[in-house]
């Protein structure tokens, strides 16, 4: 049966998050406006505190072990209030996500207790390359055998969390002619031997995730950290994403729901002709309409959600619902910044940031064309 109400858990959570909301989004528009090269602690250590960084980690790791369904909700609350921190969760979520799909349990003993601590720990994901955007099974990076090592040899184009991750993994192939086919995955540390940042990535939006480029310089890496077999590498990132993405649809609903509720508070606010501008009919109901879509959007994400936690087949859903959250996210802030006027347009607004965070979720994650072939493929 499908229920649309919470659990208390729920929303006992999304109250707590909250209770923090105003003061994280003060500290978010502050560090957005610095867009300083070094990452700054105090949003991810917030969250650290609740062991909400990583809420997929299974309690018997010390975790939240928190459902999809359940981790959508706090990403939408996340995202209302920096979706840029959303995206840093979004990729140690990557990571938690494939250790629990294929990991050993020797990998997850290893690794998924680091992401509990208080002193925050971030994971990162090393998958496009200058020519394997979309197409990722294009890579050159390469990793080759030797003994019990695998040396990796290559560079990373985008890495959110690259320059800072306590570990990441990082996909390569065995032969880059052969790419897709021969892709495995590899748990690298942060500090390894020949691992180094490259330029960091500043960016339109979303600037509280760190973004750089990444060297692997003969990086060498035991056997035991490949997470699946040889060979695997592309049905992992395919089937970690596929599901992940639900997340940055969720992250778009938040996004979309704070740029609203700013619009709205103002729009009632404002008074010009002698009368508050939501007293206009035009005005009023774009208003109706967001509602509308906001709602319509918040809804697929949770069906992709429930869909995973239940075992459906959540493929088309779950590339409905990454749509359907970065396009309402868009939308919606581009209506908010018409209905505030000038003010929204200026540098230190609230909307100003989140105009330029909304666009990169049609991008990231795989890009909305891919989606829609997704779709396509399986109608
Ligand atoms: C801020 C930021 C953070 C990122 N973080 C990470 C990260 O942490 N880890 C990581 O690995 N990557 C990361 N990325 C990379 C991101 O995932 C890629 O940008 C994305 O996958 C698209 O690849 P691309 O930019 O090379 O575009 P391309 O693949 O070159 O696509 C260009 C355009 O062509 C379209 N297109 C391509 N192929 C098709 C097709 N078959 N059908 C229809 N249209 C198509 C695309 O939709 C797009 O509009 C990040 C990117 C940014 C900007």
Redesign the pocket.
Known sequence: MVNFSLSNNQKNMIRDIRLLAPQLEKQALEIDSRHSAAFDYSLVTELAKYNLLNPLVPPEYGGRGFDYFTNALLMEEIGAICPGLA?VMV?NCHFTSILDMVGTPEQKAQYLPLFTHKQPKLA?????EKAA???VGNMDTQALLQDDCYTINGQ???????AIAEVMICFATLDPIRGRSKMLALIVPGDAKGLKAGQL?K?MG?RY?H?SELLFDNVTIPVANRIGAEGDGYMIVTQAIDRDKVLTGAIGVGLARAAFAKALAFAKERKQFGRSIYDNQAIAFEFSKMAAQIESARLVVWKASWLIDNNEDFTVAASIAKIAGSAVAQEVVGKAVDIVGGRAYLEGNPLEKLYRDAK?FS????????QN?IIASLL
């Open positions: 995206t990729f990162a994901v090393a998958l496009s955007g979309s197409d990373k184009e985008y890495v959110v969390s690259g990535r960016s979303i995730a973004t990169i991008t990231l994650e795989g890009t909305n064309h891919i072939a």
